[in-house]
């Protein structure tokens, strides 16, 4: 057994992020009445919520903004679209929305299936996200798959982010894992993958949404069930 180490991603490649936004991002729809406020849309608002959240979190990643207004932000800047400039409102949905997103537990197909497999296999497992650490604590807690990690390491804990090689290094260090018998499993060409290869680790592209990479991954599998042919 090459690998005694797979550090996974949480967001997009375990925990399924955009399904769990959106449930609650309908329910703040809802209960704040935001079709009576101009949010005509939801399907919409969901949409320019998920490109706004993505490109805050490319510049909170590149130290460009901070935690807070990155919360914020995104709930801002998906009003705005709508010619709603109520900074008040934006702020009372990001409260409620880091409140109830981590109770969600909506996972990707066969993700409880394939932690099972992997630690009946005598692998140790741990976590690496970009994530907050509070938030993604009560992710992994209500979803029922705490117990197979040995150590999670979080952006706020380790005091980096993803890409950068600190974060790896302290993954390394934190869990005692030598470099080549650790492997990084994530959705993020840049921030997992790239990331990763950079630190001097193997990797393992989780492609759920079928992108043509660039790069070259050591591995690339389009379903969680397909690690089985590699581990």
Known sequence: MKYKHLFFDLDHTLWDFDANAKLTLQDLYQTLKLEERGVDDFDRFYRQYLGHNTRLWARYRNGFIKQAELRVKRMQLSL????????????EMSQRFLEMLPTRNMLFPHAVEILEYLTAKNYRLHLITNGFEDVQHHKINNSKINHYFDKVVTSEGSN????????????????????DE???????????????????????YINHVNKSPDFKPTYTVYALKELEAIF
Do not use: R
């Not at 705005?80 to 702020?91: C, N, Q, R, S, T």
């Not at 994530?186 to 950079?198: F, Q, V």
């Open 182 to 204: 650790s492997i990084m499993l994530g959705d993020d060409l840049e921030a997992d993958i790239m990331g990763a290869a950079n630190a001097g680790l193997d990797q393992v």
């Open 80 to 91: 705005l679209d709508f010619k709603i400039g109520d900074e008040v409102l934006a702020k």
């Open 160 to 179: 980096s982010l993803k890409p950068n090689k600190e974060i790896f290094d302290f993954a390394l260090a934190a869990t005692g894992a030598q470099k």
